[in-house]
C-alpha cells in the first residue's frame, strides 16, 4: 500500500511539473500569436493593386456566406464539456442551469439528438422517415437552443446514437439486424439493432445528423457506431453483408458521413469503447481503420466499466487516474501520426463505489497529463462535480 502511495504523490508531481510546462509553453505561444498578427496588420499596408487582404472587409457578402458556410467553428483549446440528455433539455430552465455552468469552466455541451431508445429530439422536414417510424419527438427546438448555446459561447456537440435503434428495427424491420428465423434481433434488454451494412440505414442517421447541423450544431457524434456487443450475437443475421473486417464497414460509414456533413461546416466524431485501442472487440470500432474519417475520437474510458486485472491494475475503479492514463496511453499509440484530436470521456457517476469530486479530479489530470483535447464528464442524470470544469 505505501508504495502505491509513493507511486501516487510521484504520478501528481510529474502531473504538476506537466501543468507548469504546459502553462509556460501557452504564454509563449500567445507572444508568438500576438506578434503574428502585429506583422500581418502591417504587411496589409503594403499589399500592391489587384491583391486581396485577408481581413473580413475586404470580402463581399455572398464570398462571407459562403465561407462561413463551409468552415467549421472553431474548437475549444480544452475542451471541458458535460452530456446532456434530450429529456433534461425539455425541463423548463433546465438548460439555463447548464448554460450557467460557463461560470465553472464549461466551454462545450453535448446534447442528444438521437438516443439509445431511437427516439430523435426534434421534429423536421428534413427527416421524413423519423416521422414515419414515429422516432421524431418533440423534447427542444434546435435552432433556438444552438442559438442560445453560441451566445454563451459554447461549442454545440450532437449526439446521434446510430445503429441502436429499437424504434426504427420495428418500424422497418427490413432494415434491423435479424435472426436466423425472420425476426427482429434484439440484445437482452429487447432492443433493436438497424442493420450496419444496410445503407439506408446510414442515409437516416446522417439526414437525422444534417437537420441538427442545418439548424447550428456544431458537431456530430456518432455513437453506438458498431456492431452489437451483449446478447447472442452469433445467431445475429446481417442482410448485404460484405466481406472483410467490421471495421471497414464502419469506415466507410463514417466517411460517408463526412462527405456530408463536412461541407456544411461540421466536424465528425465518434465515442468508441475505452478498450478498443486496447485490443480488438470484434465491434468494428479499430482506432486505427476508423481515425481517419474523424475529427475528433472520444474514447469512453470510465474506470468502473474495466474488469479485475484489465490495464494491469487489479482493481482500475479504485485507481480512476491511473486506468484513464493507461488507456489514453493505448489511444496515443494507435494514433500516432494522425491529425484526429483525441478527448476522452470521463466518469463522474457512481458505480460499483462511490465517486467524489477526487476521483473526477484524478481523470481530469489524466487526461491533461495526456496531452489531450479536453474531456466530457458524463453522468446519465445530468449532475456534475461543477470544480471539475474548471480550467488548469
Do not use: C
Amino acid at each position: 500500500m505505501r508504495d502505491e502511495l509513493d507511486r501516487s504523490e510521484r504520478l501528481r508531481e510529474r502531473r504538476r511539473a506537466m501543468r507548469r510546462r504546459r502553462r509556460r509553453r501557452q504564454v509563449a505561444l500567445v507572444a508568438v500569436l500576438a506578434l503574428a498578427a502585429a506583422s500581418v496588420g502591417v504587411g496589409a499596408r503594403f499589399l500592391t493593386p489587384g491583391e486581396s487582404s485577408s481581413r473580413p472587409g475586404s470580402e463581399s457578402k455572398s464570398e462571407r456566406a459562403g465561407k462561413a458556410n463551409r468552415e467549421p467553428r472553431p474548437l475549444p483549446y480544452e475542451m471541458r464539456g458535460v452530456h446532456v440528455t434530450m429529456a433534461l433539455a425539455s425541463l423548463p430552465g433546465r438548460l439555463n442551469r447548464y448554460f450557467a455552468l460557463t461560470k465553472s469552466g464549461l466551454n462545450t455541451i453535448q446534447l442528444d439528438v438521437k438516443d439509445e431508445n431511437g427516439e430523435v429530439a426534434f421534429s423536421s422536414p428534413r427527416i421524413a422517415l423519423a416521422h414515419e417510424v414515429g422516432a421524431a419527438r418533440t423534447y427542444y427546438r434546435p435552432r433556438p437552443v444552438a442559438r442560445r448555446a453560441h451566445a454563451r459561447g459554447l461549442y454545440l456537440i450532437g449526439r446521434v446514437v446510430t445503429f441502436q435503434d429499437p424504434i426504427l428495427s420495428a418500424g422497418r424491420s427490413g432494415m434491423a439486424i435479424r435472426t436466423r428465423g425472420g425476426g427482429v434481433w434484439t440484445t437482452p434488454a429487447g432492443l433493436g439493432w438497424a442493420n450496419p451494412y444496410d445503407r439506408r440505414v446510414w442515409k437516416y442517421n446522417v439526414d437525422i445528423a444534417e437537420a441538427a447541423v442545418r439548424s447550428g450544431f456544431d458537431e456530430i457524434m456518432f455513437d453506438y457506431v458498431r456492431f452489437p456487443s451483449d446478447g447472442d450475437v452469433d445467431a445475429a443475421v446481417y442482410k448485404g453483408r460484405k466481406p472483410g473486417p467490421r471495421s471497414a464497414t464502419i469506415a466507410r460509414f463514417l466517411a460517408y458521413a463526412g462527405k456530408r456533413l463536412r461541407p456544411l461546416g461540421a466536424r465528425i466524431s465518434a465515442a468508441v469503447f475505452g478498450l478498443s485501442a486496447t485490443r480488438e472487440l470484434g465491434i468494428g470500432q479499430a482506432t486505427r481503420r476508423v481515425a481517419p474519417h474523424l475529427d475528433v475520437i472520444y474514447p469512453m474510458v470510465y474506470p468502473s466499466h474495466y474488469g479485475a486485472g484489465e490495464l494491469g491494475l487489479d482493481d482500475p475503479n479504485a485507481l480512476p487516474g491511473w486506468t484513464v492514463a493507461r488507456a489514453l496511453r493505448d489511444f496515443r499509440r494507435k494514433l500516432r501520426g494522425s491529425d484526429t484530436r483525441l478527448i476522452p470521456w470521463l466518469q463522474d457517476f457512481s458505480l460499483g463505489r462511490t465517486y467524489g469530486l477526487e476521483d473526477v479530479e484524478a481523470q481530469v489530470d489524466a487526461a491533461r497529463d495526456a496531452a489531450t483535447g479536453g474531456f466530457l464528464l458524463w453522468n446519465p442524470s445530468g449532475v456534475y462535480n461543477e470544480d471539475a470544469l474548471k480550467a488548469e
